[in-house]
């Protein structure tokens, strides 16, 4: 098992939580000891992993959904690329009138 200032895998922490889960508090207070964390934060490993286990079932999308989503995801990405380049052509075209008009009035202030 790491010690204190090495950093824990999520194996690791999830094995730790296993280990100590039916210990009582004097037993996990020395576990925690011997393994260099402190108890607080074997709650906090025991509480995301729980919540972990209870997202998992109703956030996990179908197949069905994530392909409607991918095709939906590069019709929105083409939508954009054609209007970015529409953007471009008339911020050219802006630029270009203006050029063209201050050449064409250029001799008209002297």
Known sequence: MPAR???????????AVITTAALSE?????????H??????????CASATTALA?????RAS?????????????????LLRK???LAETAALLVLSKKV????NWGEDA
Do not use: H
């Open 5 to 15: 200032g090495r950093a824990w895998t999520a194996p690791a922490k999830l094995q």
């Open 36 to 45: 260099g964390i402190y108890p607080p934060e074997l709650e906090q490993w």
């Open 63 to 79: 197949p069905q959904v994530t392909i409607k989503d991918r095709k939906r995801i590069k019709e929105l990405e083409r939508e």
């Open 55 to 59: 997202d998992s079932q109703g956030s």
């Open 101 to 104: 008009a201050a050449i064409y």
């Open 26 to 34: 004097v037993d996990k207070s020395a576990w925690c000891r011997e």
């Open 84 to 86: 970015d380049r529409a």
